[in-house]
């Protein structure tokens, strides 16, 4: 489905139209049935959702999206030389708010030409969409909409691409799924493309946990807020006051863990799958991972999938890390 916007410089792309397919209800089924219970990560981000990550990024605790803006704005200029890119293609782009540093480089040496976003959340594709339209004046946006462990295909043909994950977003995905992930990243890539891959790197337990445990509150909220979403996709009766937010590190896998443990015995119920899931007191399910990398996790991970690394760059605390790399 394409909406044509402000005079055709704004094209948007739905591919999330099927809500209520059986693959769906199979897909959360299966994982509230796996062990350990788990629910999809992207239910986290309807509009309300990304919301909230977006006041979640503007926390002290939460280190890294200030940390990754402040790497971009040191060595956007020079990315934007190297790679010569005239489009910038962002996964899981969220409210491009990292973007505007990559955008105005590329702006700068005129070269900016072709803006893809690309999320899960029709509402901020949009609102994005229209910001940057006026933000600058002869910038063309083709937004996509949709799953991009599902939807990779549907990424416009551009020019001379740069494709960009940040945000840590890789460390959600389990290690085969993010290897499969970068792969049909390079696949979907020509010759001579390059990839800015924002990696988070491991670093002491306290700061990693009290980043997924502010004081405002607000994470809670965010991993709440997947019951919800799962009740309007499914009908289930989640009672997001059922249950408490837990985030812990897993030092063997280094990853942080977001669990929703539940406070009473419970029984869920699945109206359209004539299902019952019963929970008992202290039961927890499993809605986030976020694996912590270093410099050879990463060149590691992108090598396996065809990428060669170009450049390497991290803040005085290694906190978190860009790795530039591109499709020989």
């Known amino acids: 489905m394409n909406t044509a916007l402000d005079h055709n410089r ?110 899960v959340s029709e509402g901020i594709v949009r609102r994005v969409a229209q910001e940057l339209a006026a933000e600058y004046s002869c910038l063309r946006i083709h937004g996509v909409i949709g799953d991009f462990l599902a939807h990779m295909e549907h990424i416009p043909n551009g020019g001379k691409r740069l494709v960009a994950f940040l945000g840590g977003t890789l460390g959600n995905l389990k290690p085969d799924t993010a290897e499969a992930f970068l792969a049909s990243v390079y696949n979907e890539m020509n010759s001579g493309d390059y990839f800015l891959l924002g990696i988070q790197l491991i670093t002491d337990i306290e700061r990693l946990e009290a980043a ?85 996790l990463a060149e590691n991970v992108l090598t396996t999938a065809g990428f060669t690394l170009r450049e390497w760059h991290t803040d005085s605390q290694e906190l978190l890390g860009l790795a530039l790399a591109y499709k020989p």
Not at 29 to 49: N, V
Not at 240 to 258: C, G, L, S, W
């Open 10 to 119: 704004i094209t948007i792309d739905v591919h999330l139209t099927d809500t209520h397919s059986e693959t769906l209800d199979e897909e959360i089924r299966s994982g509230l049935l796996a062990s350990p219970r788990s629910l999809p990560t992207k239910y986290f981000y309807d509009d309300y959702g990304s919301e909230l990550f977006e006041r979640i990024c503007e926390l002290p605790e939460y280190y890294q999206t200030r940390t990754e803006h402040a790497l971009l704005a040191t060595y956007a200029d020079d990315i934007i030389h190297i790679t010569g890119a005239d489009e910038l293609v962002e996964l899981g782009s969220g409210a491009s708010t990292k973007t505007r540093v990559l955008l105005d480089a590329m702006a700068h040496v005129n070269q900016l030409q072709f803006y893809v976003p690309f999320d």
């Open 212 to 296: 997924y445990n502010d004081v405002s509150g607000l994470s809670a909220q965010f991993n709440k807020n997947i019951l919800p979403v799962v009740h309007n996709l499914t009908g289930a009766n989640f009672d997001p006051n059922a249950f408490e937010h837990v985030a812990i590190y897993n030092q063997p896998d280094h990853r942080i863990e977001m669990w929703l443990r539940s406070l009473c015995n419970q029984t869920i119920t699945f109206p359209r799958l004539a299902w019952h899931l019963p929970l008992k007191a202290g039961e927890s399910i499993l809605t986030e991972i976020s694996t912590k990398y270093n410099r050879q």
